[in-house]
């Protein structure tokens, strides 16, 4: 038992509206990779910021080291040798590769004020070396790639000499060649003894990197096994447990043939390169790509979100230039953003004001009063058509779930009178349950006729849902594919396929931190 | 294929990377003021008129100096005018009042700044309200305890002339009293001397390097374990310190402590740091781009003065240049 490192038993955690980790353990021992596999949503991420120390558990018990302990802070972890990279890269764009990698334990000159730059330098570059990394210590990490990015997070996390290294999805933005990269890495730090946690979604990458796997699912402790003694059938099994989602859609081929929206030659700067496609009525298009492929870009320039530099955009056939989010839902067009809090809803107030704010305009009566009956009989309507769950249409709107307040946005949407709904990432931090209602909902709207663009990074989702997949990869798009002969594979090869000439002479932006730049 | 529209793109970007643009073309626009001025009326290159632009500059480049800290963390400040009266309130305090020495003073004067910079920190680190209230609130605050504190009255140094040549004196024409050229007032050295400090704070210590990483990524800094809530205290009572300082010789410059001055200061500051090239996102900024900003705010006015531009006009001028260098800095950052 001495080489067991971590022992987690028992942990609890809620937030507001969701209970995320409910009776969940997991165990790390010395030198081994442990896969903690789930779908999204299952909890994975939550479980292992609990351990470092981003998160505090309302209870359970967490043993390192045979020792009973309590982490309430990222340092309090790092100082224990518990390292993290987290999904979203926790640099600071503005500051060196050096600067990052020694962020808060700089070496100082013998005035202790004082920094020590050469120092920082050079034992950034020794670390580089020993991770065979062919980067300046001296760069703007904003000047570095997504992947090189990555790499500057390992080696931070490294140079804490930790014991116990957590990666969530680390190789959501890397190519093949960058992904054996950091499997060779992983591989030299397991024979020197560090606990690896290795979290994904990508089945095939566990079999080739980890020596067991746990499942996690709706924030519950499924099972541990080793990798060697199960099967990729068997770990779907442990990760679905039931069956979640419908079978795939009736695609409605209603003879509906008419191009609601077309998008002609669309370019913005460096973001989006020649964007071409059209969407039908009654049709769920899917947009699949890896992070920073430029998706949500398209949906926010059709939006009027963001400035295009050249394009045409056509609504039923007519040219129409549409220069902010209002010129949009005058066309008819609803987005709905990725992230729901910040852009979708106002939090603090109830469901009924939630739902009419987007078409206030068609409850105001006589001198601009609201008409208060209309607005309460509207909400209701929704509310019980999309069966949005609350206890009153007086429940503030930060106390339901992520499906209900997803829903709540749909509601608004429809409200407003959109013939063309974009979706992006409707199910990101919703219940698995609530997932497939969200999937109803989609597809009831489809029939009634509304255009639907959907964003997700979740293939299953995208092959499930989509009449038509579109992916693009770095800002163009590199394919696309009928719901018949779409799979997995062709997916990613097309998310992969990269630029090649343009990469050569001109580093492709860090998707990331340009969108960091902008605030 | 592409590569003919990537390559004239991926050009101008590396050249023009980061906070240099602004620096460049804040610098370019000090020397174009001083061409044109100069070229506009003989006496703008007159020594006393440049003893004059360096005076008037020393006060407000002392105050950027501190504001630069503040907003590249993306926080802003907008104490520091009243602040720095305060401080020079307490000096009178101090050194009129209670006849301390005037070492004890100054000290004493500098501190205060350092503590209002301070209580600010707390207020927005802990109490976790937004720097633009935290602190303007305690720009009526420091106004309001100058004015109690004061009587409402000026406090005068006529007990101690000595306190005046602080500022006033020329420790370097008294060395070289041969060279008309040295005859330079103190403040100057101070404005320079503090610059110097600042740039050594900023680029070389674990205080900038936090005031830099706060303004990039503060949730990314925290994760990182720096005590995040401790160095942003640490930047305001930095900010503090130099309007501590600023109303030192503010004080000594005009001989008295004037309580009802003060207000105004702070935006003339801000100013110059954004004219500088320091962006009001965070993350970005340099001590030369202030005291280059300074000075062109400086410059501006002298100028305008001597051509006979009304003092209301002025004004509407350096309202209009401080939209027209964070308009720029908008573009700026668009592009990239």
Known sequence: MSDVLVTMEGIEKSFPGVHALSQCQFELRKGEVHALVGENGAGKSTMMKVLAGVYTKDSGRVIYKGKEVDIHTPRAAQLLGISMIHQELNLMPHLTVAQNIFIGREPRQSVKFVLDDKAINDNTQQLLDMLHLKIDPRTKVADLTVAKQQMVEIAKALSFNSEVLIMDEPTAALTEAEIDELFRIIRRLREQGVGTVYITHRLEELFMISDRVTVMRDGQYVGTVNTTETNRDEIIRMMVGRTIYEAAPDIPQNGQQDKLLEVKNLNRGRVLKDINFYLKRGEILGFAGLMGAGRTEVARAIFGADPIDSGEIYIQGKKVHIKSPSDAVRYGIGYLSEDRKRYGLTLGMDVEANVVLAAFKKFLGFLGVVNNSRTRMTADEFVRTLSIKTPSLKQKVKNLSGGNQQKLVVAKWLIADTDILIFDEPTRGIDVGAKSEIYKLLNDLAHQGKAIIMISSELPEILRMSHRIIVMCEGRITGELSSAEATQEKIMKYATERGGIIQADDAPVPAAYSEVGNV | ?336
């Open chain 2, 1 to 336: 294929m592409d590569i003919s529209v990537a390559t004239p793109k991926a050009l101008p970007r590396s050249l023009f990377r980061s906070d240099a643009t602004q620096r460049i073309l804040a610098f370019t626009a000090l020397i174009v003021l001083i061409v044109v001025f100069s070229l506009a009326s003989p006496n703008f290159l007159q020594f006393n008129n440049i003893i004059g632009i360096l005076l008037a500059t020393a006060v407000n480049g002392v105050l950027a100096l501190g504001v630069t800290f503040v907003i590249i963390t993306g926080g802003i400040d907008l104490s520091i005018g009243t602040v720095m009266t305060f401080s020079a309130v307490m000096t009178g305090v101090f050194i009129t009042f209670w006849q301390l020495p005037i070492p004890v003073g100054l000290i004493g004067g500098i501190a205060t700044g350092a503590f209002a910079g301070f209580i600010n920190g707390v207020v927005i680190a802990k109490m976790k309200i937004p720097p633009f209230i935290a602190t303007l609130g305690m720009m009526y605050v420091a106004k309001g305890l100058s004015l109690v504190i004061s009587n409402l009255k000026p406090i005068y140094f006529n007990d101690t002339p000595e306190f005046r040549q602080i500022v006033m004196g020329s420790a370097l024409g008294s060395i070289f009293p041969q060279a008309q050229v040295l005859q330079i007032p103190n403040a100057v050295l101070f404005l320079f001397g503090a610059a110097l400090i600042a740039s050594f704070i900023l680029g070389r210590t674990i205080l900038g390097r936090y005031t830099f990483a706060l303004g990039s990524n503060e949730e990314a800094t925290r994760l990182s374990g720096v005590n995040v809530a401790r160095w942003k205290i640490a930047v305001y009572a930095l900010g503090g310190t130099f309007a501590g300082l600023g109303g030192v010789m503010m004080a000594s410059r005009l001989n008295s402590a004037q309580p009802a001055l003060g207000q105004g200061y702070e935006l003339d500051a801000i100013a110059a740091v954004v004219i500088g090239g320091t962006s009001l996102s965070g993350g970005e900024g340099t001590i030369m781009g202030t005291i280059i900003g300074a000075f062109v705010m400086s410059v501006l006015v002298n100028g305008l003065r001597i051509l006979s531009v009304p003092q209301e006009w002025q004004t509407v001028v350096t309202g209009a240049i401080v939209i027209l260098a964070v308009y720029l800095d908008i573009l700026r950052r668009r592009k990239s």
